[in-house]
């Protein structure tokens, strides 16, 4: 794509589209008649479409671009790279989701990569893609955002990327990797950083999939910081979106992906704010409570591994702050304080709840500190008066209130000696938004962190 188709893409050409349409509706009866009508009255058409450019820069993986200019164009745009999902495309992606037509609201320009390898998923595995400048494809999908930077004269301070899955897990790659490109990331249903990393050649890692990769708040922070060893400027603000019942990618990389992102600002993991925006949707925002908080995170109860839909991707575009709304604060949360040291015991359970008006959410991580595995374990614990459970994940739960008992699912149902498992759940509640007071792992007393 040359300068001057650039430039094409932004003006446009809406006489000549018009013509054409006009033309074949006439079905060819009196064409100069037509033709005349249409210069008289015809109003301009959009010229605005996607088009896909080549030799854009550095590309090792051979990824395929394509950019979305709209008519309305600012002189100096922000930039969205928009990053697909397994088996998809950029252009599906275009018509499948609602950023370009976004993008013709508030004027910024929108990149949306295509994957080229088997299955169309992005490189978010290999030891190359997970360092800045390591080879494979964000190497690939930098380089086009370059290309804009040059040729558009887009605003290097207002770079953003989102995705979707396989998109979802490179947004927490890209920024990782390049903290300095990238002003903000939303995430949709992914993982953290690093979390899908293999060293045998596979791009698939079953046990992060299946959401048993459990690291500490540090150790996920450490892995995105690994990316760009060195590096001490600001860090790109993180939303993060997961629906409760994700198969695909299942849902406690959610909390992860928390961890990850709240211990690389430095903040608390702590809810500074929560709220419903949705009546599915419970969001929590860490570091501050303003519309553009260090981190957001967006729980969409009785969803699967179907994001972005019914408003997610204005939601992120306000995130960014390219809908010229939000807010952020100016104040965030001090570091967050040291995890007390566990006392010794046969198991060990960390428990916190995000509360609202009339429900909770908790996560459970349960950690066997015995010396054998558990097989088919069970985790029992009595709820305050009025709490009841209405949906959990990673566990079955029976009965839903009074003295409960959370099953395991069948991707972990093995707990081994030293390995820890994360489970959670929603519940309604009166009033008393209290956690239990003790837990019991197979009859075992637990130690509570």
Known sequence: M??????????????????????????GVLPMMAALLLALAAPPASAASLTEVTNFGSNP??????????????????????????????PAFHSGTEFASLADRYGFVVVYPSATRSGNCFDVSSPQALRRDGGSD???????????QQRLNADPDRIYVTGASSGAMMTNVLVGNYPDVFKAGAAFAGVPHSCFATTDGSGWNSACANGTVDRTPRQWGDLARGAYPGYSGPRPRMQIWHGTEDST?????????????????????????????????????????????PVEAVSVQGTGHSLPAGGMAA????????????????????????????????????????????GLTASVTVTNTGSAPLNGWSLSFRLPAGQ?????????????????????????????????VRIGFQASHTGDTGEPSSFTLDGAVCTTV
Do not use: K
């Open 315 to 358: 939601r992120a575009i306000a995130f960014f702050g390219l809908d010229g709304t939000g807010s952020t604060d100016p104040d965030p949360d001090p570091d967050p304080e040291p995890d007390p040291e566990p006392e010794p015991g046969a198991c060990r359970v960390a428990y916190t709840t995000n509360a609202w008006n009339t």
């Open 2 to 27: 040359t300068d001057r188709s650039v430039r094409e893409a932004a003006r446009g050409s809406g006489g000549r589209r018009a013509g054409s349409r006009l033309t074949a509706l006439l079905g």
């Open 388 to 420: 009841t459970i209405v949906a959990g994940w990673g566990a079955s739960y029976s009965p839903g209130s009074g003295a409960v008992t959370a099953r395991p699912a069948s991707y972990n149902s093995t707990l081994a000696a030293g390995a820890s």
């Open 249 to 293: 990618l299942r849902y406690p990389n959610f909390n992860e992906q928390i961890e990850q992102w709240t211990d690389v600002h430095g903040v608390s993991p702590t809810p500074a704010y929560t709220d419903r925006p949705q009546s599915n949707w419970v969001r929590t925002r860490y570091g501050g409570t303003g519309d553009q908080a």
């Open 138 to 148: 964000p190497v690939g999908i930098r380089s086009m955002v370059g290309y804009v």
């Open 61 to 90: 993986s051979s990824l395929r671009m394509h950019l979305y200019v709209p008519d309305n164009v600012q002189e100096r745009p922000p930039v969205l790279v928009a990053v697909h999902y397994c088996t998809g495309s950029g």
